[in-house]
């Protein structure tokens, strides 16, 4: 049975959990400015995109980068299946654009999403939010983690494999966009081609995407780059409009339910968010962004138990280091089931990713208390 003392040690920390909510920094571009500080050097890729029985699959597919959930397409494959692509050189396949943005845990923008990467004096590139896959309509792919890479190491991340994906398709490409009109795609093009590159044109992106979903109206992937845009001009509102606009066009598609989520979250609308969050890992169980975003909301609505489930997929999928304040959660999450050694270790990763933050004071004294009580070592 608690004692009163054990009681006031594991008191909610929703408070915490305000905070990392209220408390993202303003928008950063750190790989930009890693490139720019070594300028002409630059990371290469190359691999190979292969079916199971090693032969290069039907059509041309596209690579793209994925840092923490936000995608940028980088190039294609020839007719073999080779790819090769080169980040921060040719505007048009930069992992520099301002679209690139890993979740909370470096800097972060308004919407919790931070840059990819810092480029040492050595020529190293910490990648470690990043990941590879392929995308090829019908198929789902595997992805290749990228870490540390060096300018000067091989290119080569190895194969890429796509499998024939379900009935319902791969949601994180949907249909609508090989169903638009060619002027809506033309469209829908030219709005992207201005989100591209060090200096996005914001206002043209819109102006070009806006134009594609006026021809179009069922255009989802048009409606969620459009909210995009619509959150790089601190539109909020009109972002929320776009991102809902492109689940009503396809409910299977996957990437407007994780930024949509993440605008009810802040706005306090907990139980939308969870909704949504909840939605978008029923389409894609990989998508960390979203395991992150269920945890806070499920937490704050005090459903405990579902936090915690949330949070361990954060960490299983090692989503810990753009998502540090997960651990806040899981530590909380065991302290409620009076489990303190693994709260404490959660609490303790936390501070070590995170020192400075504020939360990470707030989470010493709670661990200094616990010893004084004798909870823990």
């Keep these: 049975m608690r004692t009163a003392s054990t009681a006031h040690a594991v008191v909610s920390i929703s408070a915490l959990l305000l905070a990392i909510v209220s408390a993202y920094g303003a928008p950063q571009d750190e790989l930009r400015r890693a490139m720019e500080a070594r300028a002409g050097d630059r990371i290469s890729l190359s691999g190979h995109v292969v079916l199971a029985d090693g032969t290069p699959p039907p059509g041309t597919a596209q690579i793209e980068t994925i840092c923490g959930g936000q995608r940028h397409m980088q190039g294609q494959t020839k007719s073999d299946g080779a790819f090769q692509i080169t980040l921060g050189n040719d505007p048009t396949v930069s992992i520099s654009s301002a679209r690139d943005a890993a979740p909370v845990g470096v800097d972060s923008d308004g919407f919790g999403r931070a840059g990819a990467g810092n480029m040492d004096s050595l020529g190293h ?7 590879v896959r392929a995308v090829l309509p019908g198929y789902t792919s595997s992805v290749v983690q990228l870490g540390r890479r060096s300018v000067f190491e091989s290119p080569e991340i190895g194969d890429i494999l796509v499998t024939p994906y379900g009935k319902d398709g791969d949601p994180t490409v949907s249909p609508t966009t090989l169903q638009a009109p060619k002027e809506a795609q033309n469209a829908y093009e030219k709005g992207l081609k201005e989100t591209r ?17 006026e021809l179009y109206p069922q255009f989802a992937e048009a409606w969620y780059e459009l909210g995009e845009v619509r959150l790089r001009q601190q539109d909020v509102e009109k972002a929320r409009q776009a991102f809902q606009h492109a689940i009503e066009a396809d409910p299977n ?9 993440l605008i009810e979250l802040k706005q306090g609308s907990k139980e939308e968010a969870a909704r949504l969050a909840d939605k978008a890992v029923s389409l894609n169980p990989n998508l960390t962004e979203a395991h992150f975003y269920a945890a806070m909301a499920h937490f704050m609505l005090g459903h405990i138990d579902r936090a915690g489930e949330a949070g361990l997929m954060v960490k299983k999928q090692g989503g810990e280091r753009n998502y540090p304040r997960a651990l806040v959660i899981l530590g909380d999450y065991f302290a409620q089931k009076e489990d303190f050694p693994a709260s404490a270790q959660h609490y303790q990763q936390y501070v070590e990713l995170e020192p400075d933050s504020p939360m990470a004071e707030q989470v010493r004294a709670r661990l200094a208390e616990w010893k004084s009580l004798g909870m823990i070592k």
Aim: charged share 30%; proline share 9%; hydrophobic share 35%.
């Design 125 to 131: 590139v910490d990648l470690t939010s990043c990941e």
């Design 253 to 261: 598609f996957q990437k407007p339910y994780a930024p949509l989520s």
């Design 197 to 213: 590159g060090d200096k996005p044109k914001w206002d043209k992106a819109a102006k070009g995407l806006a134009k594609a979903v």
